[in-house]
């Protein structure tokens, strides 16, 4: 079991930055994928950005590509997506993810947090 817990939301205006952590405990952290995914109100959860296990190796979705940025510390067993020039459809609860699969899916995640809410702007 891995445990996943996400912080760092808030309110943000438009053009603003916010940087999200992930503290994972359990199982070996460098066992897994880590995964940001998002969910706007009234749309389905969807993948936002992942990370190889060594983080050599980054995955963003279209939507936020050369804006978010994932990044992970494996001394501290933590997940970060720094979040930049933010615009109003980022809002969402963002979700942290942790997947044992050999390479980097966008589905299929083993382990999920509860969620951290970003709001932004305009």
């Known amino acids: 079991q891995v445990h996943l817990v996400e912080s760092g939301g808030g309110l943000v205006q438009a053009g603003g930055s916010l940087r999200l952590s992930c503290a994972a405990s359990g199982r070996t952290f460098t066992n897994y994928i880590m995964g940001w995914f998002r969910q706007a109100p009234g749309k389905e959860r969807v993948f936002v950005a992942a990370i190889t296990r060594s983080g050599g190796t980054t995955t963003y979705a279209d939507s936020v590509k050369g804006r978010f940025t994932i990044s992970r510390d494996n001394t501290k067993n933590t997940v970060y997506l720094q979040m930049n020039s933010l615009k109003p459809e980022d809002t969402a609860v963002y979700y942290c993810?942790?997947?044992?699969?050999?390479?980097?899916?966008?589905?299929?995640?083993?382990?999920w947090g509860q969620g951290t809410q970003v709001t932004v702007s305009s």
């Open positions: 993810a942790a997947d044992s699969n050999v390479g980097v899916r966008k589905t299929g995640y083993d382990y």
